[in-house]
């Protein structure tokens, strides 16, 4: 079945700077990646996805890349800022179901 | 819309207590999902459904029970609780379209606590 790995589990980077979260996937057939932001003590929530048939998406300071060649995606965060601050998570469709196998998540720290 | 509501918000249970967390969603969608997700861990699905009338086992189904009787419900039973399912559970939402996908939608989870 589809596994998901996430690096890293935290990351702290420094106001403004850039963040990039990176995950991998072993089924082949896999062809929805969305990432999904969770604030302490809230849901998690949609902030971004790609279909294996685009190798990039942006929405502002936020972008995903796609290679389905080696199998990983990853999530760019430019100039970060203090509410940029939670937890991350990646997922990717199991192509058969249409279920979720999701990443175990990325704290991000955003330092001022 | 409501979205994804699910009650109760928090429940405290002695080891060995039933009860069920309800779920419910009022976009139509046709495909729901149950989650727990531990301090400091990911997202396991217990278990989740296709459509009213069925249901299927994910990740971590064992002491779960699930029904879908309608498009907007799907309550989540633990037949005797223990402490190992102290935890935050979500429900989830999305429409399905052949060979697609659409946003998941959560609800704002139930913090449950077995003594």
């Known amino acids: 079945g589809e596994n998901v790995e996430q690096h890293p589990s935290t990351l702290s980077v420094q106001e403004g700077d850039s963040a990039v979260i990176k995950c991998t996937y072993s089924?082949?057939?896999?062809?929805?990646f969305p990432w999904y932001k969770q604030e302490l003590g809230k849901r998690p929530q949609l902030i971004i996805d790609?279909?294996?048939n685009v190798g990039e998406k942006k929405d502002q300071r936020i972008a995903v890349t796609l290679n389905k060649t080696a199998k990983h995606f990853s999530l760019h965060i430019t100039e970060t800022q203090p509410e940029d601050s939670a937890v991350y998570f990646c997922a990717a469709s199991t192509g058969s179901n249409y279920q979720l196998i999701w990443g175990a998540g990325t704290k991000l720290i955003i330092k001022p | 819309n409501a979205g994804v509501t699910q009650t109760p918000k928090f429940q405290v249970l002695k080891t060995g207590q039933s009860m069920t967390l309800q779920c419910a969603q009022d976009?139509?969608?046709?495909?729901m999902s149950w989650y727990r997700q531990d301090p400091g861990m990911g997202l396991r699905l217990i278990h989740y459904?296709?459509?009213?009338?069925?249901?299927d086992q994910g990740e971590v189904p064992n002491g779960y029970n699930v029904s879908r009787s309608t498009t907007e419900d799907f309550p989540l039973r633990l037949l005797s609780a223990a402490p190992s399912q102290t935890s935050v559970y979500f429900c989830?939402?999305?429409?399905?379209?052949?060979?697609?996908?659409?946003?998941?939608?959560f609800g704002p989870g139930t913090r449950l606590t077995v003594l």
């Open positions: 790609i279909r294996s």
């Open positions: 089924d082949s057939a896999s062809n929805y």
């Open positions: 459904s296709v459509g009213a009338g069925i249901t």
């Open positions: 976009m139509n969608h046709e495909y």
């Open positions: 989830a939402s999305r429409g399905s379209s052949a060979n697609s996908y659409n946003e998941q939608f």
